[in-house]
């Protein structure tokens, strides 16, 4: 048989197989995880989460994305340009009923799983007289980046503080990296920014010399949000020693985070996602320390308001948490 013959034949054992149900070629799913910025948590994380759906999954190529955070994160999902998104609760909600930063234009978005609690920062340094909230008033604070939750939230502490964004304040819209260089260059007094402890930015700040990291306590104001936008947020505190120099806790406003993706995405798909960021979780740890807190015990209904993707239902059920 000569090397023309050959291949036709091969071709033909190939469709035969095929059409008989045989053994064929998978198709590869690519994933697309939608984070956030360099200095934050998101990014870190959602590359080791891509890492871990490339390594143990069966034909699936993922990748992260940088992007603004989870305002932009919602809007990918929304036109399917990313398939998973790293998102706080609050954009989440916005974002499924077509409020706000998303009017006219719902996202139909799912919860994965629960992550982590993102807790807000209010960070200045010494020399800038900005002690508590109300010190921010006549200052240059940048409040995040656009279609970062970040901003979304941060505008909710200032007027929960009797604060106005665009009156009070000489507003720059940076993220946490940028924020963070900014402040030591002396162009911004202040930022905001919502992440996972410790987040790199704010570490780095901290770590600079002649440079004394302030943290802002605003645990006060959580009752004031709660009342406007629905108990999605609780008071707690940054410990003391997270960062370099800080030798006390900070109150703060914390909001969940959570992994989403489209409703219609594939139910196995979803269900293997969520499997493997479970069962592979001391993975996630070694990227990030927040993933410790990826439990069984945190996927609770009451722990996201977005409804539950099926996949992701289904795999909860089988580890014995009732959705």
């Known amino acids: 048989m000569n090397r023309r013959e050959l291949l036709l034949s091969g071709a033909s054992l190939a469709a035969s197989t095929a059409l008989l149900g045989g053994p064929a070629l998978a198709q590869q799913v690519n994933i697309a995880i939608a984070t956030g910025g360099t200095g934050g948590v998101y ?11 490339t390594k143990y999954v069966p034909n699936v190529a993922a990748t992260a994305r940088v992007t603004g955070g989870s305002v932009d994160n919602l809007k990918l999902i929304g036109t399917k340009q990313s398939e998973v998104a790293l998102v706080m609760v609050d954009a989440a909600i916005d974002a499924l009923k077509g409020e706000d930063k998303f009017k006219g234009q719902p996202v139909p978005v799912r919860t ?70 900014a402040i030591k260059d002396g162009k911004i007094d202040a930022y905001f920014w919502v992440g996972g402890l410790p987040t ?12 004394k990291l302030k943290l802002v306590d605003h645990s006060e104001v959580v009752e004031n949000m709660n009342k406007k936008y629905g108990g999605i947020y609780s ?89």
């Open 43 to 53: 990014y870190p994380l959602g590359g080791g989460m891509a890492n871990l759906l």
């Open 112 to 181: 994965l799983m629960v992550l982590y609690p993102n807790c807000m920062h209010v960070v200045s340094v010494e020399g800038k007289g900005i002690d508590k909230m109300s010190d921010l008033k006549g200052k240059r604070v940048s409040t995040g980046s656009p279609g970062s939750a970040t901003e979304v939230m941060a505008f909710r502490v200032i007027e929960a503080a009797g604060l106005d964004k665009d009156k009070d304040m000489r507003r720059e819209r940076l993220g946490v990296a940028e924020s963070t260089n």
């Open 200 to 211: 790199a930015a704010v570490t780095d700040l901290a770590a600079s010399p002649g440079i």
């Open 235 to 323: 008071a707690g505190a940054i410990p003391p020693k997270t960062y370099p120099g800080q030798d006390k806790p900070n109150t703060i406003s914390i909001v969940q985070n959570i992994l989403v993706a489209n409703a219609d995405m594939p139910e196995k798909v979803a269900y293997d996602i969520v499997k493997t960021f479970i069962d592979k979780r001391d993975e996630l740890i070694a990227v990030h320390g927040e993933a410790r807190n990826i439990l069984l015990a945190n996927q609770l209904p009451k722990n996201s308001p977005i409804p539950w993707h099926p996949g992701a239902t289904k795999y909860f059920n089988e580890r014995g948490v009732k959705m």
